[in-house]
């Protein structure tokens, strides 16, 4: 009885909690599951891991339970989600803000199909994510027992490294195996030696009894995730660029600075998407689509160098399909690379020619053309969709006639009585966002309207463009939005607004994404909706000249007609319908504290 007791006093000093023991460090239950989640889940936050998503079940319940101490201790943050594919959203958006693995656990069955989507968007954008799902033992499967399917290799090839576990006996050696295990997810996740980044998937076989109550877990030094390897490690070569050809840089979605760094070094004219971190400096083309169409610029390029994924125009793949333009992909990392006419030379870097000279009159007539007949192209656009956009007669303002000071007036009250068309939509949103904030993308026509129009400015923007879906954006942006805020408290920096820009049929895939519950972040996030009663975005295809109207309607339009404040109330956001510019204005420059959404209607 007293040994007994010396023990049971002894543990509670070192756990801070009765009835376990402590190897290394960790605290040992006796309980297989248990003990094992303990040591994976404590080695992955050892590897760097500071984001873990979960979502309810009764098979990895012992996971669950072990994120919850693991938050409790302070070792990372917890979020908790029932519906898996928000779960796999919230934890990409998490990873694609942050850098860093965010580890997401499911229970097993249909529950890890539902974090495909998420999964094959990580997988083409090379967003680090480690997919944790939970199993039946060996004896189950293969027998129709409940909640069981073939989840080894369920998701295919889009995992950059799969593992299945077997169900933990409790034996001395699995602590050992399961931080090897961690440190090599983490590791494959971020590239750390392939420089190849993108989910990984740990399948965990768990075993009855499934959990005891989880002792307290004190890591004293959370680790550093890796860096991703260089493009060496694909064996792709750093080339320096001949001198010579008329080359223009195009940047897709996730290029970065780098593109528009280079783009200026060299002296050529940039195409940045507004999704690829790119859109901004002095050599910025806006108006690309219609000089790539106009003679004088876009027969003349002879060469184009590449970064990033480019996916919203036409106008960028016919380019660099023509057999008379050197295509140039830089590709740092990832395996794939674009490369639409299948000839593309794929490289790590490139450097400009040693003679290159932007302050060149040659290359400042070569950058000098396409800027100045962007420029020209974008202020005869806005003056067609708003003839009131024309600077407003200052002189009236001034004027002590006060038939002059009621037309300034009137004039600046039909301003903001404008009636909101999409451009007007999205050219506000870039306006009244800051580099502090952050801007997410929904795929709709929205992010092509911005594309189409706004002005160079260096924002963080985030979109997934890997595979261009709809699904998932409110639960990415939320993970953007708690990992930027959470990176501004750490640092002491200034914490803005995430914002993100959707059609309504984007709003309603990801409706589930709303629900937020108790104890959980409610971040600093502006949902703002273009809501033209379906799917806009086909008008604009060949289909909408040759399918017959009704047809096209019902299976591609989609109309709908959801009460978007009933369902903001529902679910506890705040919501707001704006009109006029004014009121857009107003309700982009002060928005609420938390979470809300911005209801914009449009005309079809």
């Given at each position: 009885m007293a040994e007994a007791d010396t023990e049971t006093s002894d543990t509670t000093a070192a756990t801070g909690r009765p009835g376990a023991q402590v190897d290394d460090g960790l605290p040992l239950t006796g309980n297989p599951a248990t003990d094992y989640s303990i040591a994976l889940l404590s080695a992955l936050v050892t590897a760097g891991v500071r984001d873990i998503v979960v979502s309810p079940g009764s098979r990895s319940q012992a996971l669950a339970l072990t994120a919850a101490e693991l938050e409790h201790s302070g070792a990372i943050r917890l979020?908790?989600?029932?519906?898996?594919?928000?779960?796999?959203?919230?934890?990409?958006?998490?990873?694609?803000?942050?850098?860093?693995?965010?580890?997401v656990i499911t229970t097993s069955g249909t529950a890890t199909a539902n974090l495909h989507p998420a999964v094959l968007e990580a997988h083409e954008s090379g967003i680090p994510l480690i997919v944790l799902t939970s199993d039946r033992p060996a004896e189950l499967r293969?027998?129709?027992?409940?909640?069981?399917?073939?989840?080894?290799?369920?998701?295919?090839?889009?995992?950059?490294?799969?593992?299945?576990v077997p169900?933990?006996?409790?034996?001395?050696?699995?602590?050992?195996?399961?931080?090897?295990?961690?440190?090599?997810?983490?590791?494959?996740?971020?590239?750390?030696?392939?420089?190849?980044?993108?989910?990984?998937?740990?399948?965990?076989?768990?075993?009855?009894?499934?959990?005891?109550?989880?002792?307290?877990?004190?890591?004293?030094?959370?680790?550093?995730?890796?860096?991703?390897?260089?493009?060496?490690?694909?064996?792709?070569?750093i080339l320096p660029l001949a001198d010579g050809p008329l080359t223009v840089v195009v940047a897709g979605a996730d290029a970065g600075e780098v593109a528009e760094s280079f783009a200026r070094a060299g002296g050529y004219p940039l195409i940045a998407e507004v999704s690829s971190g790119a859109h901004f400096g002095p050599n910025l083309v806006v108006a690309y689509r219609e000089l790539l169409r106009e003679e004088g610029f876009g027969d003349r390029v002879e060469r184009a160098v590449v970064f990033g994924h480019p996916t919203l125009s036409?106008?960028?793949?016919?380019?660099?399909?023509?057999?008379?333009?050197?295509?140039?992909?830089?590709?740092?990392?990832?395996?794939?690379?674009y490369n639409p006419a299948h000839r593309a030379q794929i490289v790590g870097g490139v450097t400009v020619p040693p003679t290159a000279d932007p302050r060149s009159p040659e290359a400042r007539a070569w950058v000098g053309s396409w800027v100045f007949a962007s420029r020209r192209l974008i202020e005869a656009a806005e003056l067609a969709a708003d003839p009131g956009a024309a600077a407003p007669d200052v002189d009236k303002a001034r004027s002590f006639d006060p038939s002059d000071a009621l037309a300034f007036a009137k004039a600046e009250l039909a301003a903001v009585r404008v009636p909101i068309t999409r451009p007007l939509?999205?050219?506000?949103?870039?306006?009244?966002?800051?580099?502090?904030?952050?801007?997410?993308?929904?795929?709709?026509?929205?992010?092509?309207?911005?594309?189409?129009?706004?002005?160079?400015?260096?924002?963080?923007?985030?979109?997934?463009?890997?595979?261009?879906?709809?699904?998932?954006?409110?639960?990415?942006?939320?993970?953007?939005?708690?990992?930027?805020q959470a990176s501004a408290e750490q640092t002491g920096t200034p914490s803005g607004v995430t914002r993100v820009l959707m059609g309504d049929l984007t709003l309603l895939h990801d409706v589930g994404a709303l629900l937020i519950g108790e104890g959980e972040w409610r971040p600093h996030l502006q949902v703002v909706v273009g809501n033209d009663g379906g799917g806009t975005i086909f008008d604009g295809?060949?289909?909408?000249?040759?399918?017959?109207?009704?047809?096209?309607?019902r299976?591609?339009?989609?109309?709908?007609?959801?009460?978007?404040?009933?369902?903001?109330?529902?679910?506890?956001w705040d919501?707001?319908?704006?009109?006029?510019?004014?009121?857009?204005?107003?309700?982009?420059?002060?928005?609420?504290?938390?979470v809300s959404i911005v209801e914009v209607p449009l005309a079809r």
């Open positions: 979020h908790v989600r029932i519906d898996e594919r928000v779960s796999g959203f919230l934890a990409l958006g998490l990873a694609r803000e942050s850098g860093a693995p965010a580890v293969g027998i129709r027992a409940n909640q069981t399917t073939q989840q080894p290799g369920i998701y295919a090839d889009a995992a950059r490294w799969e593992i299945d169900a933990p006996e409790g034996s001395a050696d699995e602590r050992a195996t399961a931080e090897a295990l961690a440190r090599t997810a983490v590791s494959t996740a971020v590239g750390a030696d392939s420089a190849d980044p993108g989910p990984v998937h740990i399948n965990l076989a768990l075993r009855d009894p499934l959990s005891v109550a989880v002792p307290s877990i004190d890591i004293a030094q959370p680790g550093t995730v890796p860096s991703t390897a260089g493009p060496d490690a694909l064996g792709r070569d036409r106008e960028v793949p016919a380019l660099l399909m023509r057999d008379d333009v050197e295509v140039v992909v830089v590709a740092p990392r990832g395996e794939q690379a939509l999205a050219e506000a949103l870039w306006r009244y966002t800051w580099p502090h904030d952050r801007l997410v993308f929904g795929a709709s026509r929205l992010i092509r309207d911005a594309d189409r129009i706004v002005l160079g400015k260096k924002l963080r923007v985030h979109a997934n463009r890997g595979l261009a879906g709809i699904d998932g954006t409110i639960a990415t942006a939320l993970g953007v939005a708690i990992a930027s295809l060949e289909v909408a000249k040759s399918a017959p109207a009704t047809a096209f309607e299976v591609l339009y989609t109309p709908q007609h959801v009460d978007v404040a009933a369902l903001a109330a529902a679910y506890g919501h707001r319908v704006v009109r006029t510019k004014g009121e857009l204005d107003q309700a982009l420059s002060a928005p609420p504290a938390g």
